[in-house]
């Protein structure tokens, strides 16, 4: 059984940090890209970052560079976020995301979200 299992949303004041983790199973962790995408209310989901196979590959939507940082553990089966000098406009749920291409097609799962709220 496939499973992306996020954790570590909360509710942080602007500025501060927040780390969120994304555990998966049921399937082999280290053949997939893992990305982190975001919904905020009444807004379309968006890609946040991104991360390839190995590690060595990271992209991130210009909102959050140079504040997140996408890392993964291939031994853990685990990708995480971490997320500094948060803003408002960061609220959103977050959600953890796993996609292999193949050949004819791909196989893409996602976890259920975890809730990030900026707030003072």
């Known amino acids: 059984q496939v499973q992306l299992v996020e954790s570590g949303g909360g509710l942080v004041q602007p500025g501060g940090s927040l780390r969120l983790s994304c555990t998966a199973s049921?399937?082999?962790?280290?053949?997939?890209?893992m990305r982190w995408y975001r919904q905020a209310p009444g807004k379309e989901r968006e890609l946040v970052a991104g991360?390839?196979?190995?590690?060595?590959?990271?992209n991130y939507a210009d909102s959050v560079k140079g504040r997140f940082t996408i890392s993964r553990d291939n031994a853990k089966n685990t990708v995480y976020l971490q997320m500094n000098s948060l803003k408002p406009e960061d609220t959103a749920v977050y959600y953890c995301?796993?996609?292999?291409?193949?050949?004819?097609?791909?196989?893409?799962?996602w976890g259920q979200g975890t809730q990030v709220t900026v707030s003072s």
């Open positions: 995301n796993a996609r292999m291409v193949v050949v004819g097609g791909e196989y893409e799962y």
């Open positions: 991360i390839a196979r190995g590690g060595g590959i990271t």
């Open positions: 049921g399937f082999t962790f280290s053949s997939y890209a």
